[in-house]
């Protein structure tokens, strides 16, 4: 029916990976929901339990998030006693954040949601390697 098959739903690459990030999404929520945890409040946390603290501008880059996502995701963790947020003395524009005893403990108890996850996924392991490596080659190449 229509004469530009370019704009057909089934040839585009932005579909099956917008449709499948909203999926694992959704499958991560009933797991992070016992930790009070959204998914992207979960993904800045792994990022602290890596690094152990973190800028407020180097979570953003890591995270591909902007100051606008991330300033209202902070405070809520922050609420939660996750993670506290300290002013540098000399320039306060500057914000670490820093696990508390509270987030670090989390990690232990968090430690089985990947493999949860992964058992729901139904992938083979070397496809998921395949994915992984090619969904970073893309990711690198708009970096800016």
Request: hydrophobic share 35%; net charge neutral.
């Given at each position: 029916?229509?004469?530009?098959?370019?704009?057909?739903?089934?040839?585009?690459?932005?579909?099956?990976?917008?449709?499948?990030?909203?999926?694992?999404?959704?499958?991560?929520?009933?797991?992070?929901?016992?930790?009070?945890?959204?998914?992207?409040?979960?993904?800045?946390?792994?990022?602290?339990?890596?690094?152990?603290?973190?800028?407020?501008?180097?979570?953003?880059?890591?995270?591909?998030?902007?100051?606008?996502?991330?300033?209202?995701?902070?405070?809520?963790?922050?609420a939660k006693e996750y993670i506290s947020?300290?002013?540098?003395?000399?320039?306060?524009?500057?914000?670490?954040?820093?696990?508390?005893?509270?987030?670090?403990?989390?990690?232990?108890?968090?430690?089985d949601v990947p493999i949860k996850l992964?058992?729901?996924?139904?992938?083979?392991?070397?496809?998921?390697?395949?994915?992984?490596?090619?969904?970073?080659?893309?990711?690198?190449?708009?970096?800016d």
């Open positions: 029916m229509s004469d530009y098959p370019q704009l057909k739903l089934e040839n585009q690459l932005c579909f099956p990976l917008y449709a499948v990030s909203k999926e694992i999404i959704r499958r991560y929520k009933p797991l992070l929901e016992p930790y009070g945890l959204t998914y992207t409040q979960y993904i800045t946390m792994m990022v602290l339990w890596e690094k152990g603290s973190s800028s407020v501008n180097e979570l953003g880059e890591k995270l591909l998030l902007d100051s606008g996502t991330l300033t209202p995701l902070l405070k809520k963790l922050e947020r300290d002013r540098d003395s000399e320039d306060e524009r500057k914000v670490t954040v820093n696990l508390t005893a509270t987030g670090k403990a989390l990690q232990s108890q968090i430690a992964g058992n729901c996924i139904p992938i083979k392991k070397d496809d998921v390697k395949v994915m992984y490596e090619l969904l970073y080659k893309v990711l690198e190449n708009f970096k």
